[in-house]
């Protein structure tokens, strides 16, 4: 087994293998990203913004070439590729029109004629450890905001997607980016924990596991780096006595079944007022009857595999021990593909606190439905796991959900919406989910140093 391996999960086929990039070629790529860092730093918003600008025009025009790369390498549908490449144009165009506005010094006069500058100065080299459900978007999410605050970043892929990591290096080269701004890295662990350690790093960003997560988290800490965290998520979708089922049905299935149920803020606990959850089930099967398992670059495929052998095993396993523990199957899909790594569509109920299920994060195309009585049991239920990315509410009375709103452990709540991202705002978690943000505001400041300059 080769260290990068690009496996087609559809017909299980091995596309590509690459081998890590040598030991003595690390204090190499170190030294470019620092040297690049030293020039980088010095342009203004607006040159910087030129090479986002290209970079945003050559995801446009390669949209269709970057989806079938993906869905090919890790199953993704292939229209929720290309929608996953242009919204990834959009992180660029909000950095050009927002960057220089969010991160503009500010100045404030106090008593005795002082005056106080704040300003937003970039870090350094910044690492970002990537997974492989959203190959262009983690990506382009934060490594777009660090580069625009004036850092540069060395992208370290997921292994089971180099071919999308190489095309995406590409047209960062093709869109002019210095040599050394922005680099894409096939590295071990072994060389991941180096290279935080390394003092030409001066950040780390990770997307990926809660194990990962601890991992990093421990090696930024002992080097005394900033890190930004984004991992794992138990999302609740909480359906109020009041709700419109029929409004919410279709929002309910693409929410959890997005990305053939492969997203952090997919929903998976579906928590349904007692006085609905017969309807709701009912309502559930028919939809879930009506998806078609198949290639994802068949544009009628409603559900693709899974992404790699591995997790469809891990999945199964979960599913398994769940029902050994007592959980019900409420749906099970009638019949799956025989080849390619495909896991049933499921819903599981009477869920057993001490199962896996209820404890873990199901990355995968089963979905859990809890009751309730009250809002407060909601409430409860929802706040019963180590995960804390996002929550949506759903009902007639906005400020019933309001008010149940402060009470949810999570770092994003939706209120009949489901949970998304939008490049405009803050993204990220609590708990176990990790912390620090991403997009926004935030997102374009997370790698920058606060700096108080004070003038008498």
């Known amino acids: ?67 079938e790369i993906a869905s090919i390498e890790m199953g993704k549908l292939l229209s929720h590729s290309k929608a996953e490449v242009l919204k ?7 950095c050009i029109s927002d960057a220089e506005r969010v991160l503009a010094s500010k100045t404030t006069q106090i008593e005795n004629g002082v005056e106080i500058e704040i300003a937003y100065k970039p870090l350094g080299v910044v690492l970002g450890i990537y997974p492989w459900n959203f190959p262009y978007w983690q990506v382009i999410r934060s490594a777009i905001p660090a580069l625009m605050s004036g850092n540069t970043v060395l992208v370290k892929p997921a292994p089971n997607v180099p071919r999308s ?138 559900q693709g595999p899974l992404a790699r052998y591995d997790l469809l095993e891990g999945l199964k396993n979960q599913v398994d021990e769940s029902i050994e523990k007592g959980a019900e199957i409420l749906y099970r899909s009638k019949e799956i593909p025989t080849k390619g790594f495909f896991h049933p569509i499921m819903v599981l109920g009477n869920i057993p606190a001490h199962s896996r299920a209820f404890k873990e994060e199901l990355f995968g195309p089963v979905l859990s439905v809890y009751t309730f009585e009250t809002d407060e049991e909601a409430i409860q239920i929802a706040n019963q796991t180590k995960y804390g990315l996002g929550c949506s509410i759903w009902t007639n009375d906005i400020e019933a959900a309001k008010l149940m709103s402060e009470e949810i452990e999570s770092g994003m709540v939706y209120i009949n919406q489901i ?38």
């Open 165 to 302: 990591a190489i095309k995406l290096q590409t047209l960062f080269e093709k869109a002019g980016f210095p040599h050394g701004v922005i680099q894409t890295i096939f590295a071990s662990d072994e060389m991941v924990s180096g290279i935080i350690a390394d003092k030409r790093v001066s950040a780390v960003t990770l997307t990926g596991s809660e194990r990962a997560g601890s991992a990093v988290a421990a090696q930024a800490g002992k080097a005394i780096k900033p890190v930004v965290l984004e991992l794992g998520g138990s999302d609740p979708f909480i359906i109020r006595h009041d709700a419109d089922l029929d409004s919410l049905m279709e929002q309910a299935i693409f929410s959890r079944f997005q990305n053939n149920g492969q997203s952090c803020v997919a929903a998976k606990r579906f928590i349904v007022h007692q006085n609905l959850v017969t309807s709701f089930t009912e309502k559930l099967k028919i939809g879930l009857d009506k998806m078609k398992f198949g290639n994802p670059l068949d544009l009628t495929t409603d």
């Open 1 to 67: 087994m080769r260290a990068y391996e690009s496996v087609n999960p559809y017909t299980e086929e091995l596309l590509s293998a690459f081998d890590f990039i040598q030991a003595d070629e690390v204090d190499i790529i170190l030294e470019d990203a620092n040297e690049a860092f030293l020039t980088w730093r010095k342009l203004g918003f607006s040159e910087r913004a030129l090479y986002i600008e290209r970079l945003a025009k050559l995801l446009r025009e390669n949209a269709n070439e970057l989806a």
């Open 88 to 94: 990834s144009a959009s992180v660029c165009d909000y």
């Open 419 to 456: 949970v998304k991202s939008d490049v405009r705002f803050p993204f990220g978690g609590c708990k176990q989910s990790g912390f620090g943000r991403e997009l926004g505001e935030e997102g374009l400041k997370a790698f920058c140093m606060v700096r108080t300059r004070w003038i008498r």
